[in-house]
């Protein structure tokens, strides 16, 4: 099979990029990487020789191109379907594609107040009413999907999954703002943090030296 093909931007920021990476890190399916830095006067002219769409991620697989975070990671389930991408009970598959859509579409507040920083230095900063809600409704997703499907291990659905994928960058945010959790909570959190793949993204961003000013809102 033809390699695979992962372009993607700053490891520290880019949380879109993150997603595709670790799911695939995470099953073991192997792949080229590029990574383009972002908010550079040649990032946009970089990232068109690879999608018109003018954004990362961008998964190329041949002479295919796919971009969108999301939409590649249904390319990977559909591609790799003996890596357990998606929870392989209905039900299970069914909440896990809903609360994956959530996360896409979903929690601006939380996403603008606090944006992925992996340098950043663990502290608090004052949290809106808006960020506050979507904290409360991210615990309440991971509590729903840990208590009905996940007890055959340490993640939403147990085994890692795209679930995991799409949350893995609030899992940082949570705890690069050291936002009051619940103990649960913590400890999905932690399960995360610990993820080899997750440990290899982490150190590899924090060798980066590119700043992004709007995503150091301190």
Known sequence: MTKLHLVIGNKNY??????????????GIPFDETLIPLDLPETARLIAEHSAAGRVPVLRH???????SLAILEYLAETFPD??????????RAFARSVSNEMHAGFAALRNACPMNLRRPRRK?????????????IEDIWRACRSRFGHGGDFL???????????A?????FDTFDIDVRPDTRRYMEAVLAAPAFAKWRSAALQESWIIPADEVD
Do not use: C, H, N
């Open 157 to 167: 659905f147990g085994q890692f999954s795209i679930a995991d994928a799409m949350y």
């Open 62 to 68: 041949g002479a295919l191109v796919i971009w969108e």
């Open 14 to 27: 880019s949380s879109w990029s993150l997603r595709p990476w670790i799911a695939m890190e995470m099953a």
């Open 125 to 137: 900063v004052p949290m809106s009413d808006a960020v506050l809600r979507d904290v409360a409704r």
């Open 169 to 173: 960058p609030v899992v940082t945010r």
């Open 83 to 92: 890596k357990g991408l998606w929870p392989e009970d209905t039900e299970a």
